[in-house]
Structure formats: C-alpha cells, structure tokens
C-alpha cells in the first residue's frame, strides 16, 4: 500500500487553499507549456486538477495515486482530458507515446525520485520535455529550514531536504530552462528535454 495514497486521501479537502497560494506559479508553468506546439501531455501527480482547465490545445491524461484527489479533478474530465488512477512509479503506458510529461510538487513527494524518472523517460518520445515544479533545498539560508523540517517530513510525506544535485535521475535529460520561483528561489521551474 502506498502511504502517500492515504496521506492524500486524508487531505484533499484542503487543496482549495493550497491551490490559491499557489496560483501564481501554477502561471508560469501553465504560461511555458503553452508555448509548445499541442502534443499528447501526462501530467503524474494530477491532484485535484488545477492545472486542467487551463492547458492549451494539448491532449491530456492525468494520473494519481490518491483517488480523492482524482475524485475533484473529474469535473475538469472532457474530450480532450482523460483521468486514471495509476502510480508514476509503476506506469502503464506503452514507450514513447507522450511529447511532453508535467510534475508539478509531485518529485519531492514520490518515495523513490529515480524510478519516477526511469517512467518519465520511458514514455516520452525522444526529443520529449519534462517540466518539474518543485521546492530544491537552495545553498543560501533557506536550506536550514529544510534542515529543521527534515525529521517531520516522513509525516507530510515529501522530502524537504531535496537538493536538485542529488537527483541521479535527471542526468538523463537536457535541462532546457530554470526559472527560480519564490524567495531566494526556493521554488524552481525546470525544463529538460529526453535527448
Ligand atoms: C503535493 S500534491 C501536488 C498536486 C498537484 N500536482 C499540484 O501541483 O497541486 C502531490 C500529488 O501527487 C500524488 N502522488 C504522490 N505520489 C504519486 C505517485 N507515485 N504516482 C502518482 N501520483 C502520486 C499525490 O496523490 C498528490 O495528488
């Protein structure tokens, strides 16, 4: 059983009020994959689908692990937009068959980074991009915030001290673009390209 399931189960209820604080950078990515011709889009990790209704063109498919967040993310369910319960470290889909893969908050949160990559590279066509919104553990003062949330992060599930350097899995892609979010750009938008 995944435990994240459950955690994400649980607290559904409050991703109103996550997605309003963080509306401003779902923007700036929603605002970069828009400007990639349309092409066939999985976003892993889909929530409660606050990205849906706002990509362009693109035909999607968004999977969670957590049906109650699959469960709110319905309402955006169309022609164009379809939603299946599946874990992004066990994916289903057949090789190269998605242009471009979205994890938005979802790389800190997956309990093995690597095998999550493994299935991202997988699916994607080559020349296929991969755009990742996530917290890095930064080499300025904040990493000492994510030092001292790190022994409570197993209970919120995701991992706080999460250096991008540390990501072995990233070494397979072209990193494209870096865009730095928030203060002392603790937030990142990153763009790689699977050569
Ligand atoms: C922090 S939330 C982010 C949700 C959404 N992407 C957003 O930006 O609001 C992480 C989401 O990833 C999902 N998730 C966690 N591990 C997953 C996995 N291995 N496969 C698919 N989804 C996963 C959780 O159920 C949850 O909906």
């Known amino acids: 059983m995944h435990t994240a399931r459950i955690f994400y189960n649980r607290i559904t209820f409050l991703y109103p009020v996550i997605n309003y604080f963080l509306a401003g950078q779902r923007k700036v990515l929603i605002d970069e994959v828009n400007k990639y011709p349309s092409g066939k889009l999985l976003e892993i990790g889909v929530g409660t689908g606050s990205h849906l209704p706002l990509y362009k063109g693109h035909e999607i498919t968004g999977i969670d692990i957590s049906e109650a967040m699959l469960g709110k993310a319905r309402r955006f369910e169309k022609n164009n937009i379809r939603l299946l319960l599946m874990d992004g470290e066990n994916l289903s889909f057949p090789n190269a068959g998605f242009d471009y893969v979205v994890m938005s908050h979802v790389l800190a949160v997956a309990k093995d980074p690597n095998r999550l990559l493994e299935h991202v590279q997988r699916v994607l066509k080559p020349g296929g991009k991969l755009f990742i919104l996530n917290h890095f553990t930064p080499d300025n003062g904040l990493k000492y915030i994510d030092r001292a949330f790190h022994p409570l992060s197993c209970i919120f599930h ?36 699977r050569p």
Request: no cysteine; glycine share 12%.
């Open 158 to 193: 995701f991992k706080s001290l999460f250096r991008l350097s540390d990501i072995d899995g990233l070494r397979k892609f072209s990193l494209v673009k870096k865009t730095g979010l928030g203060k002392g750009s603790y937030y990142q938008l990153l763009i790689f390209s």
